[in-house]
């Protein structure tokens, strides 16, 4: 069931007390960066004749994509998408996956945060 449907259901429901919706979740980031592994490692050597020369070149390192989205207070979460088979791999289906991995880390860190709210209001 997709977040869409979810808080379709709960508002469906008339469930108002204080929590997170999915526009709050999406509020929060600031920044989103995408990038595979192959990206990552070309870049911390500055190029793909030195990685060859210290440790091969290994393909399946673009199969690995990575998502870190920035919150709002400047703290940041990763999320990742391995494809296992290079024939199937499409960068926007990494990317996508790999920011759904992210977001999932996001939801807890903000009702954690709401629940530190309303307990120090009572």
């Not at 207070?73 to 999320?79: L, P």
Request: glycine share 8%; net charge negative.
């Amino acid at each position: 069931m997709s977040d869409a449907a979810i808080e379709q259901e709960i508002q469906a429901k008339g469930l108002t007390a204080p929590r997170i919706t999915p526009a709050d979740l999406e509020a929060n980031i600031v920044g989103e960066y995408f990038f595979t592994a192959e990206d990552g490692v070309k870049a911390a050597f500055n190029q793909q004749d030195e990685l060859t020369r210290l440790t091969g070149y290994h393909g399946e390192l673009q199969l690995l994509t990575f998502c870190v989205l920035v919150l709002k207070n400047g703290f940041t979460v990763t999320g990742e998408s391995a494809c296992a088979s290079p024939e199937n791999f499409d960068a926007e289906i990494g990317r996508k996956i790999a920011r759904q991995n992210a977001v999932a880390k996001v939801w807890p860190l903000m009702g954690y945060e709401l629940k530190q709210r309303l307990h120090e209001s009572k």
